[in-house]
C-alpha cells in the first residue's frame, strides 16, 4: 500500500524557517517524480515544488516561493523535504507532498497533509 | 500560467440525480502526443485529495463508473451519473500540460 506521511509543521514567527519531511513506504520511491503542494485556509489547491527521481538532476518552484524554499530528497531513507526559509503569513497552510504517477503528471497519492501556521 | 476556471464553484444536489461540473484551461492542454492533461481529484471533508479521473477520461482505480470525465481542447466536464451521499467534497481540476501545475478554485458538492 503506497503511503505518504508529512511531519514538521507548526507554528512559526514571519521571517523565520521550517522543515517539512514526507516519508514514503510502499512503492520504489528512488523511481518517482514527488511534489509538494499547498492549500491556505479555506482556499484552494496551490502548487509550490516538484523534484527529478533522482534528487539532483531537476527541481522546479512555484514564483512566490522561489529563493525562500529548497526541494529535497534522500532516496536512501525514502524522504522528501522541503525547507521553507524567509516565512510569511501568506505561507500559512496545509503542505501535502503528492508522488507522480510514472511517466505521467498526474498525482496519483497524496500524503495526509501538515499545518504550517506563519503568525505573530 | 495557465488559469483554470471551474464553475459551479458549489452544487447541491439530490441523492440519486446527476451532477455536472465544468473546468476551462486558458490555454490548451493537448500535448503533440495527442494526450490531454486535464485530471480531476475530490477532496473529501478533513482529507486529502485523491484522483478520480486522468487524462480527460480515465477512471483512476478503484473510481466508480459513475463518474466520467469529457472535453477536449480547453473546455472539460466531470459527471456524476446518480450522485451518491459519498460524494460530498470539493472537487477541483488540475492542468499537467506546464509549470506552474494549476488547480480550478474548486466546486463544493453537497447533498440535499
Known amino acids: 500500500e503506497v503511503q505518504l506521511v508529512e511531519s514538521g509543521g507548526g507554528l512559526v514567527q514571519p521571517g523565520g524557517s521550517l522543515r517539512l519531511s514526507c516519508v514514503a513506504s510502499g512503492f520504489i520511491f528512488s523511481n518517482y517524480w514527488m511534489h509538494w503542494v499547498r492549500q491556505g485556509p479555506g482556499k484552494g489547491l496551490v502548487w509550490v515544488s516538484r523534484i527529478h527521481s533522482d534528487g539532483g538532476s531537476s527541481t522546479s518552484y512555484a514564483d512566490s516561493v522561489k529563493d525562500r524554499f529548497t526541494i529535497s530528497r534522500q532516496n536512501a531513507k525514502n524522504t522528501l523535504f522541503l525547507q521553507m526559509n524567509s516565512l510569511r503569513a501568506e505561507d500559512t497552510g496545509v503542505y501535502y507532498c503528492?508522488?507522480?504517477?510514472?511517466?505521467?503528471?498526474?498525482?496519483?497519492?497524496w500524503g495526509q497533509g501538515i499545518l504550517v501556521t506563519v503568525s505573530s | 500560467d495557465i488559469v483554470m476556471t471551474q464553475t459551479p464553484l458549489s452544487l447541491s444536489v439530490t441523492p440519486g440525480q446527476p451532477a455536472s461540473i465544468s473546468c476551462k484551461s486558458s490555454?490548451?492542454?493537448?500535448?503533440?502526443?495527442?494526450?490531454?492533461?486535464l485530471y480531476w481529484y475530490l477532496q473529501k471533508p478533513g482529507q486529502s485529495p485523491q484522483l478520480l479521473i486522468y487524462d480527460v477520461s480515465t477512471r483512476f482505480s478503484g473510481v466508480p463508473d459513475r463518474f466520467s470525465g469529457s472535453g477536449s481542447g480547453t473546455d472539460f466536464t466531470l459527471k456524476i451519473s446518480r450522485v451518491e451521499a459519498e460524494d460530498v467534497g470539493v472537487y477541483h481540476c488540475m492542468q499537467g500540460i506546464q509549470l506552474p501545475r494549476t488547480f480550478g478554485q474548486g466546486t463544493n458538492l453537497e447533498i440535499k
Open positions: 490555454q490548451s492542454l493537448l500535448h503533440s502526443d495527442g494526450t490531454t492533461s
Open positions: 503528492a508522488r507522480a504517477a510514472d511517466g505521467y503528471n498526474y498525482f496519483d497519492y
